[in-house]
């Protein structure tokens, strides 16, 4: 592999970690296989000590069981994709990777994220099952300011503190359990100045949204409800966002039988 500075795997993956391959210019690992392979934690660590340049690193569907030893040391990543189902707390080594930009983790819901990850300055794309952010640490006024896409964020992070140290991002998923905190998401979404995607996801059976309550961003371009169950008709409210150019109401959104704009100029863009 002399010279080689991006490697495809197309198929079989788990026979790739045998062999001995080493090389300093290899920039890019993307496996594109479809099998589910669990991946060996010594193998891992191997590989990583193998391809320390590496600034992209895409496992694809193969399975980790836990967050692999000897990745912190892939100080140049700037693009990073794992599958752990089984990872509930983000490890802070992670966080040593200061270059990352791209974090993919779709299959991962992480209840505990380490404050570090606010030191993470050049991080533009966050993208897990569900990720809950923690509070910013004290005396720390920094922010996530490249941060531009966060998928899925928990209700519980929605709060002025977290999303005020957020001021670019453009889209956001939010999704979870909202029973306990809609007053904080409705009042912190005015924070996002920038936000033009939002998808809110109730995961509760217990509570539903008021959406008066709300105070959504006049920057919105796209506003998705799922299970919100709704008992007002929202359109009266939604029909005053000056930029909202579609607007989808999914599964158990609304449980009333009627919509209707009653504004003559309501929904300039849609």
């Given at each position: 592999?002399?010279?080689?500075?991006?490697?495809?795997?197309?198929?079989?993956?788990?026979?790739?970690?045998?062999?001995?391959?080493?090389?300093?210019?290899?920039?890019?690992?993307?496996?594109?296989?479809?099998?589910?392979?669990?991946?060996?934690?010594?193998?891992?660590?191997?590989?990583?000590?193998?391809?320390?340049?590496?600034?992209?690193?895409?496992?694809?569907?193969?399975?980790?069981?836990?967050?692999?030893?000897?990745?912190?040391?892939?100080?140049?990543?700037?693009?990073?994709?794992?599958?752990?189902?089984?990872?509930?707390?983000?490890?802070?080594?992670?966080?040593?990777?200061?270059?990352?930009?791209?974090?993919?983790?779709?299959?991962?819901?992480?209840?505990?994220?380490?404050?570090?990850?606010?030191?993470?300055?050049?991080?533009?794309?966050?993208?897990?099952g569900c990720i809950t952010l923690p509070a910013p640490p004290k005396n720390y006024?920094?922010?996530?300011?490249?941060?531009?896409?966060?998928?899925a964020l928990h209700p519980s992070s929605c709060t002025p503190d977290i999303l005020?140290?957020?001021?670019?991002?453009?889209?956001?998923?939010?999704?979870?359990?909202?029973?306990?905190?809609?007053?904080?998401?409705?009042?912190?979404?005015?924070?996002?100045?920038?936000?033009?995607?939002?998808k809110l996801v109730n995961e509760s059976k217990l509570s539903r949204m008021v959406?008066?309550?709300?105070?959504?961003?006049?920057?919105?371009?796209?506003?998705?409800?799922?299970?919100?169950?709704?008992?007002?008709?929202?359109?009266?409210?939604?029909?005053?966002?000056?930029?909202?150019?579609?607007?989808?109401?999914?599964?158990?959104?609304?449980?009333?039988?009627?919509?209707?704009?009653?504004?003559?100029?309501?929904?300039?863009?849609?």
């Amino acid at each position: 592999m002399a010279n080689v500075k991006r490697c495809f795997i197309m198929k079989d993956l788990i026979e790739f970690f045998p062999l001995e391959h080493s090389d300093m210019y290899l920039q890019s690992f993307l496996n594109h296989s479809t099998e589910n392979d669990h991946l060996a934690l010594i193998d891992c660590e191997n590989f990583c000590k193998k391809f320390e340049h590496l600034r992209v690193l895409n496992w694809g569907s193969a399975v980790l069981d836990q967050f692999p030893p000897g990745l912190e040391n892939l100080f140049l990543l700037k693009y990073l994709q794992l599958n752990i189902p089984s990872l509930k707390c983000l490890p802070s080594l992670l966080c040593t990777l200061l270059n990352l930009q791209t974090l993919e983790m779709p299959s991962s819901y992480i209840d505990q994220s380490p404050e570090d990850i606010w030191m993470m300055q050049k991080l533009m794309h966050l993208n897990f099952g569900c990720i809950t952010l923690p509070a910013p640490p004290k005396n720390y006024s920094s922010s996530l300011k490249n941060l531009i896409f966060i998928s899925a964020l928990h209700p519980s992070s929605c709060t002025p503190d977290i999303l005020g140290r957020l001021p670019g991002v453009q889209t956001l998923r939010i999704s979870g359990n909202s029973s306990c905190y809609h007053s904080g998401v409705s009042k912190s979404l005015c924070e996002l100045h920038k936000l033009e995607c939002l998808k809110l996801v109730n995961e509760s059976k217990l509570s539903r949204m008021v959406l008066s309550e709300y105070q959504f961003p006049p920057s919105l371009i796209q506003l998705s409800l799922s299970n919100t169950e709704l008992m007002e008709d929202p359109m009266p409210m939604l029909e005053r966002l000056p930029r909202l150019q579609v607007l989808k109401l999914k599964q158990n959104s609304y449980l009333g039988r009627k919509l209707a704009c009653v504004g003559s100029g309501g929904f300039p863009e849609l």
